[in-house]
């Protein structure tokens, strides 16, 4: 799995393409002026996926204006290691 280091200067503009809570638009905008690891998506250019805490953002970046705009947001599946290690402590 491929990672990148995004971290763009401020300001940062960041808009919702759906209906998205202004926290996580707040909390994109943070993670991307403190500088963060995402995943590119392999088959779109400049489209990303970052996972903060339990929340994964799918976002694209406009190479021309760097505004950026997040298309999905939703809580992240559980890896099948933190089930195991939940399912432990059960």
Not at 6 to 16: G, K, S, T
Not at 68 to 84: D, G, I, M, Y
């Amino acid at each position: 799995m491929n990672i990148t280091h995004i971290q763009l200067h401020d300001p940062v503009a960041v808009e919702a393409m759906a209906p998205t809570p202004r926290t996580v638009l707040e909390r994109l905008r943070g993670l991307l002026s403190a500088g963060v690891q995402a995943t590119p998506d392999v088959n779109r250019p400049n489209f990303f996926t970052l996972i903060d805490n339990n929340l994964s953002i799918y976002f694209y970046i406009s190479p021309v204006s760097a505004k950026v705009w997040v298309l999905e947001s939703r809580l992240a599946k559980p890896t099948s290691a933190e089930c195991f290690a939940a399912a432990q402590t059960a």
